[in-house]
């Protein structure tokens, strides 16, 4: 049982580049969200879904884009990267009867 | 809308003292109050949460925390901090379990140095 899985680990790119964050669980867990974590900011909801075929914006969520066509998988796409997209990125799972969320090891992008 | 407040950036305190760190939030219902802890270069772990009953909530690592009402606040402790617990600490209030998605907002965090 591995929890919840982020690729890649690291990641640069290049302003205006596209790239797609991975987050996979194996918890069977209903909801799952996307954050980012800033310094003194704590983390921000990006987007979440409370289940497959469903998702909804959280705080900020543009330019981002997701999808959940599966309980196990919910990618964060960057359509077009901006210097401001340089974050540590968090997926989280959470089934709503226990409410935790389990949080993945993050994937730390850098946006030159 | 919700928020949450951790005032403390960073505290120091030596390896044995007692910690207590800070968490004011604002919400128009009952509110659902978690602590994380982030260690370096790693995720966030719960340490413990608050849904109702006891206001007083025991969690791993030695960890506690007390919900106070009237004063808005979810502050968290431990009696004697080892070096292991250098960390980020993330104070979060989330909706009625099971609604809304689970959505979390999060204070800035407490960013704690342990003293040898």
């Known amino acids: 049982n591995a929890g919840v899985t982020q690729t890649p680990k690291f990641q640069v790119l290049k302003t205006g580049q596209s790239m797609t964050l991975q987050c996979a669980q194996d918890?069977?867990?209903?909801?799952m969200s996307w954050y980012r974590q800033d310094p003194g900011m704590g983390l921000r909801l990006i987007h979440y879904?409370?289940?497959?075929?469903?998702?909804d914006q959280g705080e900020v969520p543009n330019g981002y884009n997701v999808s959940r066509s599966t309980t196990e998988d919910f990618p964060l796409r960057l359509l077009s990267a901006a210097p401001s997209q340089t974050s540590v990125y968090f997926c989280?799972?959470?089934?709503?009867?226990?409410?935790?969320?389990?949080f993945g090891p993050g994937t730390r992008l850098t946006v030159l | 809308a919700q928020s949450v407040t951790q005032p403390d950036i960073h505290i120091t305190v030596s390896e044995g003292a007692s910690l207590e760190l800070r968490c004011n939030y604002s919400?128009?219902?009952?509110?659902?109050l978690f602590w994380y802890v982030q260690s370096p270069g790693q995720g966030l772990q719960l340490l413990l949460k608050?849904?109702?009953?006891?206001?007083l909530v025991q969690g791993i690592k030695g960890f506690e925390a007390e919900f106070k009402r009237s004063q808005s606040s979810f502050n968290l402790r431990k009696p004697s901090v080892h070096w292991s617990d250098a960390a980020e600490y993330f104070c979060?209030?989330?909706?009625?379990?099971?609604?809304?998605?689970?959505?979390?907002?999060f204070g800035g965090g407490t960013r704690v140095l342990v003293k040898p």
């Open positions: 989280a799972a959470a089934t709503g009867g226990d409410d935790t969320q389990y």
């Open positions: 918890m069977n867990h209903e909801y």
């Open positions: 879904s409370v289940g497959a075929g469903i998702t």
């Open positions: 919400y128009g219902a009952t509110p659902y």
């Open positions: 608050y849904f109702s009953g006891d206001t």
């Open positions: 979060a209030v989330g909706a009625t379990p099971g609604a809304a998605g689970n959505k979390l907002t």
